[in-house]
């Protein structure tokens, strides 16, 4: 497996590089990348993370239509930021998600870490929507997110993917600052 999940992490690099320059060609990329990851994780029994690379399919296929389409006007997708109050839901739909996987991995599986998994589950569920709709907010919350999973992924022996996350980490600064330049500059105007 080690071979897979490090082509899976130099697709990832890649795939996040390209979201933090709002090129389209990320989501193919980062599909190719999660179709890897599946494998990669059932192996490790983080079923969770398996069901999330699932899922990360799908949402791969949905940032890739969102961002070729873009807006209303078939003008490129703007970055934009979500209000307070479509966060907290948001959020919130993400610890309903975490209470329901935990507590199902915990329940029918020998899961490696199902409380922890089906936390960051949730919370990347979120954060791959708001970057699929190119909400600013999606950068500070992968922050969080990668640096918690260079403990898990470390903690189960997944050592090249902890440092893939740690790279996700320096790339999700990146991105915020990226993304968040043309809000800079119209306050600086």
Known sequence: ??????????LG????????????????????????YIGVFYDARLYSEMLLQMTY??????????WMRGDAEKNP?????????????DLGIAVLITLLLGSLMSSYTEAALPWLDAAL????LVGQYWMANKRLQCWPLWLVIDV???GMFASVGLHMTALLYMVFTGLAAYGWWQWSRPQRQAVAV
């Open 1 to 10: 497996m080690f071979w897979i999940e490090s082509v899976a992490a130099v």
């Open 13 to 36: 690099v890649l795939s996040v590089w390209l979201m933090t320059r709002e090129k389209p060609a990320a989501w193919p990329v980062g599909l190719i990348m999660v179709l890897l």
């Open 57 to 66: 399919a799908l949402l791969q296929g949905y940032g890739w239509w969102r």
């Open 77 to 89: 997708l703007p970055v934009s930021i979500l209000p307070v109050l479509q966060v907290v839901r």
């Open 121 to 124: 589950t949730g919370c990347s």
């Open 148 to 150: 918690i999973y260079v």
